[in-house]
Every structure is written in structure tokens, then in C-alpha cells.
């Protein structure tokens, strides 16, 4: 069992939906989580970022950590055509030495 | 305001070669990392390097070396260019957890046909 599980999609929805993206992990220790967002033929760029349980909202995007399931979530309100990416998990397990752990990313795609 | 450079976008080499891909970073961070990133398997590490001179193995090593002699600079060496390491390489760097920031923190990735 891998570490980190994300759905790899695609995930497929209408212009105005609402978005849940989600991954589950099996480290208790893990305590940072970042979501990352990846358009094509681009790096990943850093989307959202949480420690510990809680939840973190910042415009359309909402990042949510239940660490007791080990299950994270990153909803998109409002979808539009430009969120069309690849979505990454991340989450790190301790301070100093940061060394991520990703998923394999969520293909999300929104059409008009 | 670029953060993280690499040195090529896209590259053709032949098998057999020897490849340098050089990444450089001005957030002045002291984690440095590459990694490979192909459909279906998402990002997979080969090399970090946490200082100056300093390298540990990721998770998929085998026919990589790496370079850091300059904190800004950090190069991933591939020794003889086989076609299996055709690829999306990514450099990262990145800040102790605690000192996250909304700073873009992975280079535009260098696309690496090995024919």
C-alpha cells in the first residue's frame, strides 16, 4: 500500500459545479498537507497549505484535514474552464529535513 | 518573478549519452530535490540534497547522479541515457514545513526524449 492514495480521475464536471478532491493516507505522523495544482506541460505549483487537522479556506478554494480518518480534501467552489489540472496531494511528517510524500495526482477537468 | 530555473524545457538525447540537467533556485532554500514525473506514476523521487555537497538516494536512484556544490545549484546527472529514463524531470525547492509560503516552489520541468 502506498503511503499516499489519490484517484488519478479524470474527473469530469460542469462549468459552476462543486469540486472534492481527495486523498487518504496510512502515517499517522504525517502533520503537514499541501495540495498542489499542475496545468499542463507546467510544474506543480503550491495550491493550498494546512497543518494539522482543521480547515484552511482561501477564495474558492477550501483545504480540509481530518486527521483521525487520515483523509484529505481540497473543494473548488464555482469551477471554472481554468481550473482544468492536475491536482497533488502532499504531506510531510516532520520539521528540518522536509521531504515530501505526493500522490499521483487527480486529473480534474471542467467544461463549459 | 521565476524562483526556480532549469536549464533546458525540452531535450533530445541518444542513448548512451551523458546528460546534464541543471537546476538553480534564488529563495536561498537548503532542500533541494529531483524528481521524475511519468502518466499513471506520478511524481517519484531520485535525489534530495538537504546542504551544500550533501545528496541522499530517493526512491529510484539507478542511473542518476547528482551535483550540489553551490547552495543555489543543484544537477542531476544522467551517467548513459537510456530510453526507459525518457521523462518529465522536475526540480523542487523547498522550505521547512513551518516556513511554507505561497512562493512557486518547483522549476517548469525539462521533457527528456532519450531515442
Known amino acids: 500500500q502506498k503511503e499516499v492514495e489519490q484517484d488519478p480521475g479524470p474527473l469530469s464536471v460542469p462549468e459552476g459545479a462543486i469540486v472534492s478532491l481527495n486523498c487518504t493516507y496510512s502515517n499517522s505522523a504525517f502533520q503537514y498537507f499541501m495540495w498542489y495544482r499542475q496545468y499542463s506541460r507546467k510544474g506543480p505549483e503550491l495550491l493550498m497549505y494546512?497543518?494539522?487537522?482543521g480547515n484552511k479556506e482561501d477564495g474558492r478554494f477550501t483545504a480540509q484535514v481530518d486527521k483521525s480518518s487520515k483523509y484529505i480534501s481540497l473543494f473548488i467552489r464555482d469551477s471554472q474552464p481554468s481550473d482544468s489540472a492536475t491536482y497533488l496531494c502532499?504531506?510531510?511528517?516532520?520539521?528540518?529535513?522536509?521531504?515530501?510524500?505526493f500522490g499521483r495526482g487527480t486529473s480534474l477537468i471542467v467544461h463549459p | 518573478d521565476v524562483k526556480v530555473t532549469q536549464s533546458s524545457r525540452y531535450l533530445v538525447k541518444r542513448t548512451g549519452e551523458k546528460v546534464f540537467l541543471e537546476c538553480v533556485q534564488d529563495?536561498?532554500?537548503?532542500?533541494m530535490f529531483w524528481y521524475r514525473q511519468d502518466p499513471g506514476l506520478g511524481l517519484r523521487l531520485i535525489y534530495f540534497s538537504y546542504d551544500v555537497k550533501m545528496k541522499e538516494k530517493g526512491d529510484i536512484p539507478e542511473g542518476y547522479s547528482v551535483s550540489r556544490e553551490k547552495k543555489e545549484r543543484f544537477s542531476l546527472i544522467l551517467e548513459s541515457a537510456s530510453t526507459n529514463q525518457t521523462s518529465m524531470y522536475l526540480c523542487a525547492s523547498l522550505p521547512p514545513p513551518d516556513r511554507v509560503t505561497d512562493t512557486q516552489y518547483f522549476g517548469p520541468g525539462t521533457r527528456l526524449t532519450v531515442l
Open positions: 502532499a504531506m510531510s511528517r516532520r520539521r528540518g529535513s522536509y521531504i515530501p510524500t
Open positions: 529563495m536561498d532554500h537548503e532542500n
Open positions: 494546512t497543518y494539522s487537522s
